[in-house]
């Protein structure tokens, strides 16, 4: 007889057992739960604001870290023609955000 498993992991197994509708339906009710959840917790926006964009800087660091490193942002060695020029698109659109909503 084997050991208990911890709930996370047996949650974790079963989402992944489940098909890919289903993973996406219960990934849009989580993301809205997390909304309605940091709705209610924040009060001051301002420091939301803040956060976000420190996030976003810091992906641009990452970005811009893994581009003249690695010359690729792919995860993996995958053969995309398009490894080259989705990380130059994503960093000057997360760039224009970054200057519009500042």
Known sequence: MRGSRRPIYTVAAWV???PPKVKAFLGVV???AAL???RFIVHDHDNL???AEAVHA???SVLIYKLTKERTC???DSAFAS???SPAV???VNLCYGFLLA
Do not use: D, E, K, T
Request: aromatic share 12%; proline share 0%.
């Open 90 to 92: 994503l960093l000057v």
């Open 58 to 60: 810091i992906g641009i």
């Open 74 to 76: 792919a995860v993996s």
């Open 30 to 32: 989580a993301g809205m």
């Open 49 to 51: 604001f803040v956060a």
């Open 16 to 18: 992944r057992r489940q």
């Open 83 to 85: 490894s080259y020029i």
């Open 36 to 38: 309605v959840f940091l």
